[in-house]
């Protein structure tokens, strides 16, 4: 599998070409760069322009962006009103959301991808009707935003009650929007379970987001090396490994003391998890 690195792992520090020259020799050919303001400011010409030279004398390739969920540059601290979400209810405020999200997605007029991925509500959101119609709208403007810069929406899977695969598929058969599906792995395990959402997600899947947990906290724990991850990968490679070429294998890891070359880590990590060996029947009967 095509192996990516989301730069989540550094999101507390300012995104320049050392991190990225980091990453590529460290093996990793791909990344996925997070917009958050105090990483990536998108807002910021000049550090936008910077990578973009970068990019184009670099191998290394720009996968997808992931959109903003907060328009500051404190990780939403400096205000509420600082979070980003598609099913706010006031036109006028999602609007300027909605624009926010265009600023970002402008990126890749820059440094070209092919994917964005969006979050559909906030975690713990409870599922509203009326929010579910104001993040069609919202999403609907967004497409053809990103569809004109050659970029395609990808929606994940994340815990609130609007994204759960199931409320996923249908708010894609309801609306008959083409948007595909990122997968993400430790939000599955703290939802329904992988195997669950995979089953129910996997037709549309164009990129994941892979990481570990407790089965309780969203803590994107690196996969062998948590004291308290608990998903399966032998397991769970059995099922991305079912379709081989639709999407990437995508680390979305958070930087820990205890891991202080967190990006050496990460290339380990690809290592490990492709040299598992195949779950088969006889491991089930062993359980």
């Known amino acids: 599998m095509d192996h990516v690195l989301s730069t989540h792992i550094c999101i507390q520090h300012r995104l320049t070409s050392v991190w990225l020259d980091r990453i590529w ?39 997808s962006l992931h959109m903003p969920m907060y328009s500051d540059d404190q990780w939403g601290k400096s205000s509420p009103n600082a979070t980003l979400t598609l099913t706010e209810l006031s ?36 599922f509203d009707l ?32 609007f994204s759960s695969g199931e409320r996923l598929m249908g708010f894609i058969e309801m609306t008959h929007l083409k948007n595909g599906f990122c997968f993400d792995t430790g939000h599955a395990h703290i939802m329904a379970g ?27 724990r690196f996969p062998f090396m948590a004291s308290d991850g608990t998903v399966n990968w032998r397991k769970i490679m059995n099922l991305l490994r079912e379709r081989d070429g639709q999407y990437p294998l995508l680390l979305e890891l958070r930087e820990v003391p205890d891991i202080p070359k ?14 598992l060996e195949p779950w088969n029947e006889e491991d089930r009967e062993s359980r």
């Not at 990344?31 to 030279?53: M, P, S, T, W």
């Not at 403007?141 to 994340?158: K, M, P, T």
């Not at 992988?194 to 803590?219: A, L």
């Open 25 to 63: 020799e460290a093996g990793i050919p791909q990344v996925e760069i997070f917009c958050a303001r105090q990483h990536l400011d998108y807002r910021n010409k000049a550090q936008v322009n910077e990578l973009g030279h970068w990019f184009r004398d670099s191998q290394l390739k720009l996968h």
């Open 91 to 126: 036109k006028p405020k999602r609007q300027e959301m909605v624009d926010e999200i265009k600023r970002a997605l402008e990126v890749a007029e820059v440094i070209p991808c092919k994917f964005a991925v969006q979050h559909l509500g906030v975690g713990g959101e409870t």
């Open 130 to 161: 009326a929010k579910w119609d104001a993040a069609f709208t919202a999403l609907e403007e967004l497409n053809l935003f990103a569809r004109n810069r050659g970029v395609e929406i990808l929606l994940e899977n994340i815990p609130n009650s």
């Open 194 to 220: 992988i195997e669950n959402e995979w089953d129910i997600m996997k037709d549309r899947v164009k990129s994941t987001h892979v990481h570990d947990n407790d089965g309780k906290n969203d803590n994107h």
């Open 262 to 275: 967190a990006i050496e880590a990460a290339a380990e990590v690809f290592r490990r998890l492709e040299d």
